[in-house]
């Protein structure tokens, strides 16, 4: 399986931003996906994830903020970032998981200045 991000960037405080991550590879059996994030200094932590039934999960942090979503003729997962805080900055990691493991992204920046 294979993932990539896309969509980071610069944005202002109050902004909003949309990342897709596409699979590719052996994505049949994938159960969930996710959005994970990891600031400077930090933990990488759990955004956001999606399971192949469509069934969501939140951080406290985001909810109401962020929505995910997926694009099964696409292959594609997307994080709807609104209302955006200088805290969301931070490398966004799209994850997925299947019955042999867990794979990751390369990442993508997300700066939010205030």
């Known amino acids: 399986v294979q993932l990539v991000e896309s969509g980071g960037g610069l944005v202002q405080a109050g902004g909003s931003l949309r990342l897709s991550c596409a699979a590719s590879?052996?994505?049949?059996?994938?159960?969930?996906m996710g959005w994970h994030r990891q600031a400077p200094g930090k933990q990488r932590e759990l955004v956001a994830g999606?399971?192949?039934?469509?069934?969501?999960n939140y951080a406290d942090s985001v909810k109401g903020r962020f929505t995910i979503s997926r694009d099964n003729a696409k292959n594609t997962v997307y994080l709807q970032m609104n209302s955006l805080k200088p805290e969301d900055t931070a490398i966004y990691y799209c994850?997925?998981?299947?019955?042999?493991?867990?794979?990751w992204g390369q990442g993508t920046q997300v700066t939010v200045s205030s």
């Open positions: 590879g052996s994505i049949g059996s994938i159960f969930v």
């Open positions: 999606i399971t192949s039934g469509d069934s969501t």
């Open positions: 994850n997925a998981h299947d019955m042999t493991g867990g794979y």
